[in-house]
C-alpha cells in the first residue's frame, strides 16, 4: 500500500488546513487508517484514526472538536480538516494503514503503511 500525504503549510494561529491522504492500491473497506504527528524531539503522536467499514472515528484529546476525520471512498482518499489551529500543532504529520483492523486505534505500532508526511506549521 503506498500512502501519499498533501496539504500541509504554514498557518497562522486559529486558522485551518486539510490534509489529504492519497492511497494507490487499497479498498477501503479493508483497511483502518489513523493520523499521526511527530513534533522535533517528541514522539510520533496518534491524533485520529477511522476505521475500515462504518466509518468509525476516534480522535485524541488534543484534537477533539478541532479535527475531524472523513473518508472518500470512491476515491481512495481520507482527510484531516483541522481547524482552530494552534502552534503546538506544528508537526509533521502522517497517514497510515492496516489491514483488517476492528475499529482503529491511536496506536502508531498497529498500522504497518506509513506515508512521508507532510509539514504542518502554525505560527505567526
Known amino acids: 500500500v503506498q500512502l501519499v500525504e498533501s496539504g500541509g503549510g504554514l498557518v497562522q494561529p486559529g486558522g485551518s488546513l486539510r490534509l489529504s491522504c492519497a492511497t494507490s492500491t487499497f479498498t477501503a473497506d479493508y483497511y483502518a487508517l489513523g493520523w499521526f504527528r511527530q513534533a522535533p524531539g517528541k514522539e510520533r503522536e496518534g491524533i485520529g484514526c477511522i476505521s475500515r467499514r462504518d466509518d468509525f472515528t476516534r480522535y485524541a484529546t488534543s484534537v477533539k472538536g478541532r479535527f475531524t476525520i472523513a473518508r472518500d471512498k470512491a476515491k481512495n482518499m481520507v482527510f484531516l480538516q483541522m481547524n482552530s489551529l494552534k502552534p503546538e500543532d506544528t508537526a509533521l504529520y502522517y497517514c497510515?494503514?492496516?489491514?483488517?483492523?476492528?475499529?482503529?486505534?491511536?496506536?502508531?505500532?498497529?498500522?504497518?503503511?506509513w506515508g512521508q508526511g507532510t509539514q504542518v506549521t502554525v505560527s505567526s
Open positions: 497510515a494503514t492496516v489491514l483488517g483492523l476492528d475499529g482503529c486505534s491511536l496506536r502508531p505500532g498497529t498500522y504497518d503503511s
